[in-house]
């Protein structure tokens, strides 16, 4: 049966209607019709689209139903990462945030932000592409997340098709997927009726619904949703403040908080955050605090990023949710560094929306200094995802058999001596990679997703080929034979094949991701990251001193000293030639040797507005030739990078008579 014109138009003007009633529910929250008549609506629609299937195109609102079931969930990933955000917990800390966006963008007055609920949900990204929703994207570990596509097009408040035609040709948005407080009671209401498990909070509902390989599953669940950022966008021009970005947001069609104010000075963001406080039960979903956002686009480019989050950004949570139990035992826990951490066993505690039966003591000094014993009554603090921690003892009701709890001194795991330096918190297993615990934590790093990204070695095949002795160290997964995984209980032929294939595939690597396999303390993603920029390859990073290692960004004395001790241990850099020997490579940095150091023990400072580039690009570009960038003029400045619009660091530089490089004699010192 073919359309007929009049049948076409028919379609359009429900599919119109329907959007406007979606528009106006979600974005506006001003319905003009019942339900009843929305639902006539829609099934009107399906119906003239089960007679005219050629009809149905991707963004009909009758797509949200769901699709078939996936087998996995693809992986994406994201043009722009997507960062978290520090977090401050007091006034103190959040003018201290306040004084360094002043600081580094040179301005006394105060200073315009954005500030909005921070909404405890799954943070995502929707990739819309001429208007058209193509792609969702969870947000994974900041660089890679997964396609989640099928499920976030079931939820209603998320538009298929953006409003209006002034969008870019490209925009990724970025949001929250929550699920609000009523919907979530009624969930574990019908779950509770049908003698099912119920979800503990709706931030936990709102993660497992949208990871559902069923869509019809997360099409079934009470999701909300709003925008709160941009992410890559191309082939347009946006507004150049972040709080008129949110406007166009809605002009398009996406839902944003209706409590999004722009205020200027920290004194007002303190109100704002007292006045959410008191609101905070009231609001129909669950936050978590509030967050300010510098509210200038310009500014935001100016205060760039460190490590992984944003310099014009911060959290400011709610105060932690408290508890009292009591502690059953402390228990030693061995890290994969040989850190011995104290942790205590609870009374089980419902807090912060989970039961939480363990909590950290965080060391020996903190043990002792808060005299933590077994059989005390404490409080239990749990804010956010932070982990469970014990706050304090309530002596008074401290019973006379409590014991206390020392170092230990040997290790619980490879009973090897326990060592705690004068200078350190930690006390450390010695044992070394012959410690089981280590072992077995090292391999499970080194085969992370974020590392060596090894799929199907998970923890318990780890445990396996430990337990059975059949590898001693991660060189040894490389030399794994089918039939030594088959014969492994509850392995077999077609599990040892994919396990070999997958670690025959994590050989073709990254140097910033081999880094970070390495397990070097306090060496990061990030750090790793900058490591293998600015040294290219291992044998150069291999022979650095830490003078040289502290040029790199980021990289302090601290970090700068593990570095040195893990390369001078002999048997890691026979581990790592032994790794190169069994085909792990990755694609050398393009770093000509002649330039990588000729600014080597310098000192440059930047100040003012770069036309060519962002401050925070210029900063990577001298670090790369081996200077060393500070945040302020003294004596031993080499020179002054002045852009347009300098503050006091160029008067200051004038006066001691450090030499001022503009931006064309600072392009030519680049340049070489």
Request: glycine share 6%; charged share 25%; net charge neutral.
């Amino acid at each position: 049966m073919t359309a007929s014109a009049a049948i076409q138009e028919k379609i359009r003007e429900i599919r119109d209607t329907i959007n406007e009633h979606n528009y106006l529910y979600y974005v506006k929250d001003a319905p003009i019709i019942p339900d009843a008549e929305y639902d006539r609506l829609f099934y009107e629609l399906q119906q003239l689209e089960k007679n005219y299937p050629e009809l149905i195109t991707p963004d009909s609102p009758t797509q949200r139903v769901g699709g078939e079931p996936l087998e996995t969930f693809g992986q994406v990933k994201h043009a722009i990462p997507m960062l978290s955000l520090d977090n401050v917990f007091d006034d103190e800390s959040l003018e201290a945030f306040d004084e360094r966006v002043r600081k580094r963008l040179e301005i006394e007055d105060q200073i315009a932000y954005t500030c909005e609920p921070k909404l405890d949900g799954v943070a995502i990204s929707l990739l819309y592409e001429d208007g058209l929703l193509v792609r969702a994207a969870t947000r994974g570990d900041g660089i890679t997340g997964e396609d989640v596509t099928q499920n976030i097009k079931t939820i209603s408040a998320i538009p298929l098709h953006l409003r209006q035609s002034d969008y870019p040709k490209l925009i990724e948005i970025r949001g929250e997927i929550y699920m609000p407080k009523a919907g979530f009671e009624k969930l574990n209401q019908r779950a509770l009726e049908k003698k099912e498990k119920t979800f503990v909070n709706p931030r936990n509902a709102a993660a497992g619904s949208i990871r559902q390989l069923d869509s019809k599953i997360t099409a079934s669940r009470p999701l909300a949703f709003y925008a709160y950022a941009v992410g890559e966008c191309k082939n347009g021009v946006l507004p150049k403040t972040h709080h008129a970005i949110l406007e166009k947001f809605q002009h398009w069609g996406l839902p944003v908080s209706s409590e999004i104010a722009v205020i200027k000075g920290i004194d007002a963001c303190k109100k704002y955050y007292d006045q959410i406080s008191k609101k905070r039960d009231a609001l129909p979903y669950e936050i978590d605090g509030v967050v300010y956002k510098v509210n200038s686009l310009q500014q935001q480019a100016e205060l760039g990023f460190v490590s992984r989050a944003p310099r014009w950004a911060i959290a400011h949570k709610f105060p932690a949710q408290e508890k009292l139990s009591t502690i059953r035992a402390i228990e030693y826990q061995v890290g994969r560094t040989g850190a011995v951490t104290p942790v205590a066993r609870l009374e089980p505690t419902f807090v912060g929306g989970v039961t939480v039966s363990n909590a950290t003591l965080h060391n020996f000094d903190e043990l002792q200094r808060k005299d933590v014993r077994v059989g005390d009554t404490v409080i239990i603090r749990r804010a956010g995802d932070v982990i469970p921690e014990v706050v304090s003892v309530i002596k008074e009701k401290r019973p006379k058999s409590a014991r206390k709890i020392g170092i230990p001194e040997h290790c619980p795991v490879c009973k090897a001596d326990v060592v705690k330096a004068e200078n350190e918190a930690v006390a450390r297993c010695m044992g070394g990679l012959y410690c089981q615990a280590q072992l077995r934590e090292s391999i499970k790093h080194f085969a992370s997703r974020r590392a060596m990204d090894i799929d199907g070695l998970g923890d318990k095949l780890v445990d396996l080929l430990v337990d059975e002795a059949v590898i001693k160290d991660v060189t040894g997964l490389y030399d794994l034979k089918q039939e030594m995984v088959a014969d492994l209980p509850r392995m077999g032929l077609k599990s040892a094949e994919n396990l070999l294939s997958s670690i025959e595939k994590s050989k073709q690597t990254t140097l910033p991701r081999f880094l970070y396999a390495l397990g070097i303390r306090e060496v990061g993603e990030a750090t790793a990251r900058n490591l293998a920029k600015h040294f290219g390859d291992i044998p150069a990073l291999i022979k650095a001193d830490e003078a040289t290692l502290q040029m790199v960004s980021d990289v302090g004395p601290i970090v700068a000293a593990h570095v040195v001790g893990f390369f001078h241990q002999s048997h890691n850099v026979e581990l790592i030639d032994q790794l190169q020997k069994q085909g792990i490579t990755w694609p050398q940095e393009e770093m000509p040797a002649a330039q990588s150091q000729t600014l080597a023990g310098k000192t440059y400072v930047i100040t003012g507005t770069l036309t060519s580039m962002t401050r925070d690009a210029a900063k990577e570009a001298l670090q790369a030739l081996g200077a060393k960038v500070s945040g302020s003029v003294s004596a031993k400045t080499t020179a002054v990078v002045a852009g347009d619009n300098p503050g006091s660091k160029l008067a200051k530089a004038e006066s001691l008579g450090v030499a001022v490089l503009d931006e064309a004699a600072f392009l030519k010192l680049l340049s070489g």
